[in-house]
């Protein structure tokens, strides 16, 4: 069972675009909504992360876009940069018996071509 | 480095030997979290610890695997008798105590078990 789906499961954008990655979700007890960034041989890092009481935050190039009643999150990554090749993953989380655990997407390869 | 390390990075082993993996959280974070990542997948949840108390456990963490955080610092986590499908990249993360908001995961590098 895949509490949340990700796609594109890969993206090829040219510099200075706009990358788009989704995320939808199922369990409504969700109520964090991080994305990770991982570089080949790293561990994933926070990128952004967005609560279900507001609908967009923004950080630099990365906006991320929330949408309650469809249970659908996205990533937007303006003026992308061939830094920012990497696998970025959606994630959802809730607190549960102090527990915090993040249930991740399956990734998405963004390939960024100068 | 006052992130989350973890040893060794790489781990090769044959099949039906035991390995330990070692994560180093950082200072004062007092959760502790392993996921497994298999290739072209997302980080899965394992086991979560509160301090040296384990709270949580995946239905993925089978018998053969057991984790422990003696003292609540750094955690090990053990799997025995390994099978080719233990193939995977081990992650840990750590966070500090829960507080009014929601804290960050700080995931380490990860150990890559390859099972011949």
Redesign the interface.
């Known amino acids: 069972q895949q509490q949340v789906k990700q796609s594109p499961q890969s993206l090829i954008v040219q510099k200075g675009g706009i990358s788009i990655i989704n995320c939808a979700y199922e369990n409504t007890a969700f109520d964090y909504f991080p994305w990770y960034q991982q570089f080949p041989g790293k561990g994933p890092a926070l990128l952004i992360a967005i609560r279900p009481d507001v609908s967009e935050k923004k950080e630099g190039r990365f906006t991320i876009s929330f949408n309650k009643s469809a249970k659908q999150f996205s990533l937007h990554i303006m003026d992308s940069q061939p830094g920012d090749s990497a696998t970025y993953f959606c994630a959802a989380s809730m607190v549960q018996g102090g527990s915090e655990k993040l249930v991740f997407g399956k990734g998405t390869k963004l390939t960024v071509n100068p | 480095d006052t992130g989350?390390s973890q040893d060794p990075r790489h781990k090769i082993t044959k099949r039906g030997q035991n390995v330990t993996f070692r994560c180093d959280p950082i200072s004062e974070h007092n959760?502790l979290?392993w996921?497994r990542q298999t290739l072209?997948?997302?980080?899965?949840?394992l086991t979560?610890f509160?301090n040296e108390a384990q709270?949580?456990k995946s239905r993925l963490l089978s018998d053969r695997f057991s984790a422990e955080r003696p003292k609540g610092s750094f955690s090990t986590l053990e799997i025995q008798r390994t099978e080719q499908g233990d193939s995977a990249m081990y992650?840990c993360?750590s966070?500090p105590a829960?507080g009014l908001g929601?804290?960050?995961?700080?995931?380490?590098?990860?150990t890559r078990l390859t099972v011949l």
Do not use: H, N, T
């Open positions: 989350v959760r979290y996921y072209g997948q997302g980080p899965e949840f979560y509160q709270l949580e992650l993360a966070s829960p929601r804290d960050e995961q700080f995931f380490g590098p990860g």
